[in-house]
């Protein structure tokens, strides 16, 4: 019912930047909040950031001050801007958007992006 295609990972050096950005597709209507997770190797999937489409945020303490989260509710895009990038940082950032359909809530899921932080 929605499709999210993520872009903009990457390798970068520790303190750099990146910016990772998602475009959705298909009843976009339906989407409510959107977000992004990571999951590192051998760790749980974790929530990064996320924003309603009333543009309220939230983050992990992790990225706190680091991160930015941002929504063009007609485009039904969200980006991720990350600076000050540390290897901790390191994981498969995946975009999501939460929907209801017909009174059902569901999420969809991205592909997936990989960052690579270098010390």
């Known amino acids: 019912q929605v499709q999210l295609v993520e872009s903009g990972g990457g390798l970068v050096q520790a303190g750099g930047s990146l910016r990772l950005s998602c475009a959705a597709s298909?009843?976009?209507?339906?989407?409510?909040?959107m977000g992004w997770y990571r999951q590192a190797p051998g760790k749980q999937r974790e929530l990064v950031a996320a924003?309603?489409?009333?543009?309220?945020?939230n983050y992990a303490d992790s990225v706190k001050g680091r991160f930015t989260i941002s929504r063009d509710n007609a485009k039904e895009k969200v980006d991720l801007q990350m600076n000050s990038l540390k290897p901790e940082d390191t994981a498969v950032y995946y975009c999501?958007?939460?929907?209801?359909?017909?009174?059902?809530?569901?999420?969809?899921w991205g592909q997936g992006t990989q960052v690579t932080v270098a010390s």
């Open positions: 298909g009843i976009i209507r339906s989407i409510k909040t």
């Open positions: 999501t958007a939460d929907l209801v359909v017909a009174g059902t809530s569901s999420r969809a």
């Open positions: 924003i309603t489409s009333g543009d309220t945020t």
